[in-house]
């Protein structure tokens, strides 16, 4: 196991977001969340990145509480993630987004701005190449040059996810990729974050699409109001009576 939740609630004044909710996640496996709009799926993620910290519980990773590390020291610990709303560095390249995202693994100190030493330039190159290689494995190798923020939706989405994968993560946190995506792009996607586990990586993936989500993942955590229904393989879940009641609930809004 890689990462555990124990427990874990958030209250946001008096709304609660979650309520105790446990779950592992095991090495190189594809873990995926859904529920309903407003379900704290997002919040989850915010709370594993450490953007909150739980107002009880505990989330471990290989079996250090990291609730209350900053974000950024999680993502050194080996967790990083995209999201919902896209956030990238719209007035650089595609190629230098993918570079800054590799920050927590520089030891030089190179976002001065100068690549002085010689060691300092020969990170530099191989920091270059590493980007150079995630874009290609996420399908957008040509657009290198491209402003994150002239590229359309799809790719900016993939590029996120190669920024993601920049900081060498052990389990990457996909807030909604698929978001705007056709059939075809989406399909695109479930090869891509295939190839993520191919390398090793444990994925959480949160998306509405319930095709992709049955079809991708090893199992699934169902949140509905902050609680968890259901936990399972795709197979136990999708049979699951809270599960089918809780989407037929948002149909009829
Ligand atoms: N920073 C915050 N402050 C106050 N309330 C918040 C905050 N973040 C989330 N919430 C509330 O917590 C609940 C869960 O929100 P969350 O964004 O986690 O849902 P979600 O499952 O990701 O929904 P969606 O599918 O729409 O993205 C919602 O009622 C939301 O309004
Ligand atoms: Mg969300």
Redo the contacts with the bound molecule.
Sequence with gaps: MILALENVSKN??G?A?LSDISFNVNAGEIVGVI??????????F?LITGV?SPSSGTIRYRDKAVNGLKPHKITELGVARTF?NIRLFGHISALENVMAGAHCRIKANLWQGLWRTKVERKEERELRQKAKTLLQLVGIADEENTLAASLPYGKQRRLEIARALAAEPEVVLLD?PAAGMNESETEDLHGLIKEIQKLGKAVVL?E?DMNLMMNLCDRLVV?NF?KKISEGTPDVVRENAEVIEAYLGKEEE
Excluded: C, D
């Design positions: 946001f004044g709304l977001a529920g309903p709009n407003g379900a704290g799926k997002t919040t989850l915010n909150f919902q909604e949160i509405h949140l902050g």
